[in-house]
């Protein structure tokens, strides 16, 4: 069965959908990184890069938000798309890889838990977060999906981050951008978006504030100190 490694921040709850929307059946394994648990030899023998998601399935180890969920669609036949829409499949979902998901994590790092005030760093990811956010506004007009005619893995993968837009973007949050707040509200209430987001709930993952918790989350800060 399926190994799906987890824990409840944006890019696993990416994977956490896609396995609600297909039933696909799977064998939940916590990873707590407050604990570090990302960085033990066991995990990285998961996923040398230390991060979450990853999936191991019977011995096909896959890790990134992105790779799984290209992984599992081609896998499944589900949620992809026809094939003259691969490229822009592939050019959507790096976008979010690369660009909105990327910047949106520095803005809240930098306005949430960076321990100093850095101005130029605040502004600068959130400048680039809110163009990301207008480049998919654009996009969307007239549009119900991100790519084709139908629901597929880039609206999963967008999901993964738009569930966090009020925190990223501050102020009005998604309303920003109507037709990002639009899309997202239809993404949104569909019923496997309340079964993703019950993935883990039985799980006690540890509250990250203290030092050991932040050596654990960005260890790279404490190199040589």
């Given amino acids: 069965m399926l190994k799906f490694y987890y ?52 011995g096909t180890l896959v890790f990134d938000s992105t790779a799984i969920l290209l992984y599992l669609s081609d896998k499944t036949g589900k949620l992809g798309v026809a094939a003259e829409e691969r490229g822009a499949l592939l050019s959507w979902l790096m976008f979010i890889a690369s660009g909105l998901g990327p910047f949106s994590g520095q803005s809240v790092h930098f306005h949430h838990s960076a321990p100093e005030d850095l101005p130029y760093a605040k502004n600068r990811y959130m400048r680039e977060a809110e163009r990301h956010y207008q480049v998919l506004n654009d996009h969307l007009k007239g549009r119900d999906f991100i790519v084709g005619d139908s629901y597929s893995i880039a609206d999963v993968s967008a999901w993964g981050w738009a569930i966090r837009g009020d925190r990223v973007l501050g102020g009005e949050g998604l309303k920003q951008y109507p037709e990002v707040a639009r899309w997202f509200e239809a993404v949104n209430a569909r019923p496997a978006v309340e079964k993703a987001q019950q993935i883990g709930k039985d799980e ?9 918790s932040l050596r654990a989350l960005f260890p790279s800060n404490y190199v040589n100190v």
């Fill in 204 to 212: 006690t993952f540890k509250t990250p504030g203290d030092e050991a």
């Fill in 7 to 58: 824990h409840p921040t944006p890019n696993p709850l990416k994977v956490a959908l896609f396995l609600a929307e297909t039933d696909l059946p799977y064998e939940l394994v916590p990873v707590d990184t407050a604990k570090g648990v990302q960085h033990t030899p066991e995990f990285r023998a998961i996923n040398p890069n230390g991060k979450v998601p990853a999936i191991d399935d019977n």
